[in-house]
């Protein structure tokens, strides 16, 4: 796990240092892709007043200051995550719902090129990859030996 020196990042972005924006960092980098509501509950455990609205709105501010990635998973919240300064694109699986992230072959934003005549600047293209992870294959194939061997 990276150690991060968050106070140093938000001074370097014009942010002021706070025990909330501190709470949320280390909540997300300690537990990436969850939705607000789950950072809430983590970063309550230290700051027990600290409303739902305060975390979205941190949450917003170290997004738009690159300390945060948003990624909008299909059919669910809003997940969050500390990994920004690369390209990357994420794993989903469609029984669990865990995530995981997937380094980009091409390295560098954006990987995919949309047409011409869409006469649009790319700055990222998305690749969310769906399927069913390994400790549920396992699982099913625990469940259902004759279905896995076939």
Known sequence: MTVNDWPTQLRERGLRVTRQRLAVLE????????????????????????TIQSVYTVLHDLTSHDLLRRF?????AACYETRTADNHHHAVCTVCGKIEDV?????????????????????VADVVFRGVCADCQQAQAQEHPRRAAA
């Open 103 to 123: 380094d980009c072959v091409h390295g560098e934003a954006p990987c995919l090129e949309a047409p011409a005549e869409l006469g649009m600047s790319i700055d």
């Open 27 to 50: 909540a997300v980098a300690a537990n990436p892709h969850q939705p607000a509501e789950a950072v809430h509950a983590a970063v309550a455990e230290q700051l027990r007043d600290i």
């Open 72 to 76: 909008d998973p299909p059919g669910r």
